[in-house]
């Protein structure tokens, strides 16, 4: 079975930075698939944040965390990464790991084909 692990979620203060994980089991990371991060703030939707494809050549941000946030890949260790910096309280949410398991972008909910569990991130 294909899952999607968080991790790295915590409570910090504004200004702050965290870096999230998240892990696949099941499934070797190979470039070939779209790996994303979405969040979920309470009230709210489900909104993309960031985006890897094509091996770690493509990224997307939304314009929300551009220049704050970096997504990364490490395929050695099967993992994708959410670098967050300078962070605000209008950040706090539930953010998910998804992929999108064959190639084409993933930055809105209806491409995602798979689901994390998420980890909250609470910014004060």
């Known amino acids: 079975e294909v899952q999607l692990v968080e991790s790295g979620g915590d409570s910090v203060q504004t200004g702050g930075s965290l870096r999230l994980s998240c892990s696949a089991s099941g499934y070797r990371l190979d470039g070939s698939e779209c790996v994303g991060w979405f969040r979920e703030a309470p009230g709210k939707g489900r909104e993309g944040v960031a985006s890897i494809r094509d091996g770690g050549a493509t990224t997307n941000y939304a314009s929300s965390v551009k220049g704050r946030f970096t997504i990364s890949q490490d395929n050695a260790k099967n993992t994708v990464y959410l670098q967050m910096s300078n962070l605000k309280p209008e950040d706090t949410a539930m953010y998910y790991c998804?992929?999108?398991?064959?190639?084409?972008?993933?930055?809105?909910?209806?491409?995602?084909?798979?689901w994390g569990l998420g980890t909250q991130v609470t910014v004060s």
């Open positions: 998804a992929a999108k398991m064959i190639e084409g972008s993933c930055s809105v909910v209806s491409a995602i084909d798979l």
